[in-house]
């Protein structure tokens, strides 16, 4: 099972970006998930979760400006971004509780490769 994170960019302040964490792999599903970033110089924070029921969590620093959700059909979860702020520039990763419908069944904890998202002012 892997983790691809995808859609970092340069955006302007007040703009918007939506993350992507895929999970790939033959009879897998995503239960819980979470949304990180680590500024360069600073210490990663949890940014967003989401539990296996669809109930969420943010940052007070995110709260009402990012919204995280999961798309069971798709093995995917999203983040998306609005009312950016140069702040918000840091690498983002994704890390996930996957399921794999192996025999026997399988749950692990991965971790998706990071992606850069700036905010210029």
């Known amino acids: 099972v892997q983790l691809q994170a995808s859609g970092g960019g340069l955006v302007q302040a007040g703009g918007s970006l939506r993350l992507s964490c895929a999970a790939s792999?033959?009879?897998?599903?995503?239960?819980?998930a979470n949304w990180y970033r680590q500024a360069p110089g600073k210490q990663r924070e949890l940014v967003a979760a989401i539990t296996s029921g669809g109930s969420s969590n943010y940052a007070d620093s995110v709260k009402g400006r990012f919204t995280i959700s999961k798309d069971n059909a798709k093995d995917t979860v999203y983040l998306q971004m609005n009312s950016l702020k140069p702040e918000d520039t840091a690498v983002y990763l994704c890390s996930a509780d996957v399921t794999e419908f192996s025999e026997p069944p399988t749950v692990g904890r991965y971790w998706g490769q990071g992606t850069l998202v700036t905010v210029s002012s």
């Open positions: 792999g033959i009879n897998v599903v995503i239960t819980a």
